[in-house]
């Protein structure tokens, strides 16, 4: 039998992108499901959600009442992931950054529909920063449209963003070029093997 902090410390090797791509892998399966199976299985996510929410919400009120607890929790508020749960528990309120990928991956299925998608970089000063990353190839649409669509989403659900910038991918080094007269078989120094 394996105890608890064992039991913890196989979980958190699991990296949080990790368990992050396991979710989002598996909520788009479900989405494939025919009706029944996968209104099954959002009751079933649904269901957990508010459990683990629950539960969550139990321990912050006795975290909260107890001078320890409260010193506590302020230090594992700033692991993401634990800041995560509680936003997803209704418990923090999520960053502005948070928000503003909300809005984006809400628009995602209509940009990846045009064979694009788009990156929240940064948001500093009413400015967010996103990049466009693709293009759309299989309609009329310009990557224009949905630049403008990006930015409206964001200004309308948004009020601290006053506007929005795009910025452009790195450029990629250059691939260097060898010379095939620079190559030689053989080990080094030139001796037989």
């Known amino acids: 039998m394996t105890s608890m902090d064992e039991r913890v410390e196989a979980t958190s090797a699991t990296t949080f992108e990790a368990r992050a791509k396991r979710i989002d892998d598996s909520q788009r399966a ?8 996968r209104e099954a299985a959002e009751e079933l996510q649904a269901a957990l959600e508010d459990h683990h929410g629950a539960v969550l919400r139990s321990l912050v009120l006795r975290l909260r009442a107890d001078d320890r607890g409260r010193e ?9 992931e634990v800041y995560a749960a509680f ?3 209704g418990l923090v309120r999520p960053t502005l950054a948070m928000r503003a990928v909300q809005v984006l991956d809400g628009l995602r299925p209509y940009i990846t529909s045009h064979g694009g998608d788009v990156e929240l970089l940064r948001i500093e000063d009413g400015v967010a920063f996103v990049r466009l990353l693709g293009a759309c190839q299989s309609c009329g649409s310009s990557t224009e449209t949905i630049r403008d ?3 409206e989403a964001l200004l309308e659900h948004l009020p601290e963003i006053e506007s929005v910038q795009e910025e452009a991918a790195p450029p990629h080094a250059p691939p260097t070029f060898i010379p095939v007269s620079a190559l030689t078989v053989g080990r080094k120094g030139g001796g037989p093997g």
């Not at 506590?72 to 692991?79: A, N, P, T």
């Open 87 to 89: 936003v997803k528990a």
């Open 149 to 151: 669509t990006v930015a």
């Open 72 to 80: 506590l929790l302020y230090e594992v508020v700033g692991d993401p």
């Open 30 to 37: 479900v989405a494939k499901l025919e009706a029944p199976a």
